[in-house]
């Protein structure tokens, strides 16, 4: 089976940065996607890595490491307008993790 | 990317009733999927809707409870059965784009059986 831990809620600052972690257990995945998902509507794509590393995209980075099972999600300069929940995703069916809301503070 | 056109964006239903809830999609699209999200929680994948076969189906979920169609690659409709206030969420229908979209979502159908 799957398993993906993520925190189940964040508080960060406007202006600053925050990382997100994403732990997971898995016999096989093709990649890793993070989605952020506003209340009240569907999820919106982030971010997709297959290989380990960081892929830059902007204000938002996410990062892969099959070996240890971890990733996360980098968000910088934060606006407000980023509150919001973040759900990391294993590529197999899209399997998601339970997500977690980000707070931020003015 | 794809543009999906989900509906009925709500509704509210009484126990024991079917909803058909419909997933258009504007482009051809392999895999389409269907999901639900219960209050507060994440998204749990129900089915993944085949084009001329039968829908594939996660452990928990039944055809004889969430029956699927997939007539072609631009539409597929998820009906839910026999309802009862533990079915109240929002379904989503997903796409597969592949390439720098990953997955796309339409908008929701929120529903609530009373």
């Known amino acids: 089976g799957q398993n993906i831990d993520q925190p189940t809620e964040m508080t960060a600052t406007e202006g600053a940065i925050v990382q997100i972690n994403c732990t997971y257990q898995t016999s096989g995945f093709n990649g890793l996607f993070w989605y952020q998902q506003h209340a009240g509507e569907a999820p919106t794509f982030l971010s997709y890595?297959?290989?380990?590393g960081l892929e830059e995209k902007g204000r938002f980075s996410s990062f892969l490491s099959r070996s240890k099972g971890y990733s996360y999600l980098l968000l910088k300069e934060l606006q407000m307008k980023d509150s919001a929940s973040y759900l990391c995703?294993?590529?197999?069916?899209?399997?998601f993790g339970k997500g977690t809301r980000l707070h931020i503070l003015p | 990317s794809a543009v999906i056109s989900q509906k009925p964006s709500r509704d509210i239903c009484q126990r024991g009733t079917s909803l058909t809830i419909q997933c258009q999609v504007d482009s051809q699209v392999t895999m389409m999927f269907w999901y639900r999200q219960q209050p507060g929680q994440s998204l749990t994948l129900i089915a993944t809707?085949?084009?001329?076969?039968?829908?594939?189906?996660e452990s928990g979920f039944v055809i004889d409870k969430f029956p699927i169609s997939r007539p072609n690659l631009t539409f597929s409709t998820l009906t839910v059965s026999n309802m009862s206030p533990e079915d109240s969420s929002i379904y989503l229908c997903s796409v597969d784009e592949q390439g720098d979209y990953g997955y796309t979502f339409g908008s929701g159908t929120r529903l609530t059986v009373v």
């Open positions: 995703a294993l590529d197999d069916k899209i399997i």
């Open positions: 809707a085949n084009q001329g076969s039968e829908a594939t189906y």
């Open positions: 890595n297959v290989l380990d």
